[in-house]
């Protein structure tokens, strides 16, 4: 509850002074990027799937909090590690689902609580802004504008690569010379779009892929920028994650 809370708070170098009041009368409750992203990163690291068996108030504030930084943090290491967070919530999420399903006495195993992840994931608005978070996901394309030195700091960029390892569950997905030799496509990202359209339901997941195929369409199509390159592979990811759910549902 107390890492979450500082999830929740404002962050400090964006908080403005008033005319009445001072810039530390005004950044009182508030807390600098860092520490947020330190204490996303341990949320990450504490929850496991006997958090979303017991289904209390702190999952709820975990998923809420989760897709609010993804939604809010655009192209900021936050929105990143919050991608890692709903990785490995939706895998310890279809973990609990396989075992429920694997054993034939399930009237003491209780099934977690998915209905935040539906209810978000049947919203147009939240699809496009985890398509968008998995644009950021990608190193930048350096053959665009001359490139420039790392953007943050190696700590950072630790946590970033802690946390997306958790993208998406150690399955033996379909793997091709594509998966091995780019250096761009990101297989995770197909799997997390796969895990997410498994653990919403056959209902949900006609509806959101509705939804994100929309989305990769106009990605293949962006113009020429800098982010061009990252959009279109993100296009391939969406589809391929789709497209392997769908294949399993058929």
């Given amino acids: ?101 694997d054993r034939g006495n399930t009237k003491e195993l209780k099934c977690p609580d998915l209905s935040a992840l539906c209810a978000m994931f049947q919203q147009e608005t939240f699809c496009r802004a985890f398509g968008n978070a998995l644009v950021f996901d990608h190193r930048e394309d350096s053959s665009v ?28 997905f379909p793997f091709n010379r594509i998966s091995q030799k780019s250096r761009t496509f990101k297989l995770q990202h197909s799997q997390l779009v796969e895990s997410i359209l498994l653990a919403i339901g056959h209902d949900n997941a006609k509806a959101t892929s509705h939804f994100l195929l929309g989305q990769a369409k106009e990605l293949v199509a962006s113009p020429p920028s800098e982010d061009q390159r990252n959009q279109q592979v993100t296009s391939a990811e969406i589809f391929a994650g789709c497209t392997r759910a769908l294949i399993q549902y058929s």
């Fill in 145 to 172: 504008g001359g490139g420039h030195s790392a953007q943050w700091s190696s700590g950072v960029e630790e946590i970033i690569r802690d946390a997306t390892s958790n993208l998406s569950r150690r399955t033996l």
């Fill in 1 to 101: 509850a107390f890492l979450l809370s500082i999830l929740q708070m404002r962050e400090g170098n964006n908080v403005t002074a008033g005319p009445d009041k001072n810039s530390d009368d005004n950044d009182a409750g508030a807390m600098h990027w860092r520490d947020r992203l330190v204490a996303a990163w341990f949320v990450l690291q504490f929850i496991d799937e006997r958090d979303l068996m017991v289904g209390d108030e702190i999952v709820s504030q975990v998923w809420s909090t989760c897709f609010k930084l993804i939604e809010e943090e655009q192209g900021q290491p936050l929105q990143r590690v919050s991608l890692g967070l709903l990785g490995r919530l939706v895998s310890l999420a279809l973990v609990d689902m396989s075992q429920m399903s």
